[in-house]
């Protein structure tokens, strides 16, 4: 029964939501190692959240809780999203790791007088990981009619990494010009082997600073802003209420939440360089600081006054 709706739902999405829509969102799929067909996983996603809406809602009036936390099933949604982000940086990493010895081998091949097509070919069906499964694409894409260059050039922009995009641009412009592709590649693998050292020991060089900003955002300031929520109880406790001490814990939450997405952003441009790459790390900082928070506001009073 609960297939047979799951089948439904898929069957009404894909008729009226665009194909461009859904052949986007299944490339980003894809690129997360998600096989499923995105139809169907914005049917579970649709499904799961009606029904934990439906059974939260029961279970907050029965215990007479905030129906704040309804929010709660929604952030499947930017938890899939930071999933396939992360599984897109470690499949990046790992081809990144590769492309070295994989374009050094395909020099070698050239060399021995094989065409770069059947070069390709003949790598793609011995290799082993994302790097040769893009190749596997690509040769397939060709043999189904489309462009060389083309085909190229988007397992280049496949691939999530603008040093290899660039790498393999330049090895389709030695192509174009008619140099010696075999040097070319051959030169391109020590390049972009000395870059991912280099990058390695940038990313180790950095790892200090990026701690402290992780400190920051998941330990001190959730404790610190849990314990002016604690006072601020103990206050009103004591009927000592004021427009700063009833707005105090509302402001702390709201900073906390923009400092854990400042941090983010921050560590991405420290390591990466690049902004967008925060993306992935906004939600697990948020959800953990706010743990700390609820900790610490809920029982902090309770240890504190145990311990005097």
Sequence with gaps: MKFR???????????????KYLSKLQEFLLSGAIFTDASKVLAVLIIFILVSEI??????????????????????????????????????QEI????????????????????????????????????????????????????????????????????????????????KSGSSISKVLSD?????????????????????????????????TPFAIGMVSVYSSFMQGYGMESEIILTAPIAGELYMVIHSVLVAFIISIIMYGDVKKGI?????LACSSFGIFYFISTFGGSLLMGGL
């Design 188 to 220: 391109v693998s020590d390049d972009l082997r000395d870059l991912m050292a280099l990058k390695r020991e940038r990313k180790s060089a950095v790892m200090m600073s990026v701690m402290f900003l992780l400190i920051s955002a998941v330990i001190a």
């Design 96 to 175: 990144e790791r590769t492309a070295p010895d994989f374009l050094r081998q395909l020099s070698s091949m050239l060399q021995v007088g094989l065409s770069f097509e059947n070069a390709m070919e003949d790598m793609s069906q011995y290799g082993e990981g994302p790097m040769y499964d893009e190749m596997r694409r690509t040769i397939i894409e060709i043999r189904m009619g489309r462009n060389f260059d083309d085909a190229w050039r988007a397992m280049s922009k496949r691939l999530k990494s603008k040093e290899l995009e660039r790498v393999f641009g330049i090895i389709l412009d030695g192509r």
């Design 55 to 92: 059974v939260l809602a029961v279970t907050l009036t029965l215990l007479n809780l905030s129906w704040a936390m309804l929010i709660l099933p929604f952030f499947l949604i930017p938890g899939l999203f930071t999933y396939v982000i992360v599984q897109q940086e470690k499949r990046a």
């Design 280 to 284: 992935k790390f906004t939600l697990p």
């Design 5 to 19: 709706i799951i089948n439904n739902l898929t069957i009404f999405l894909d008729n009226n939501i665009s194909e």
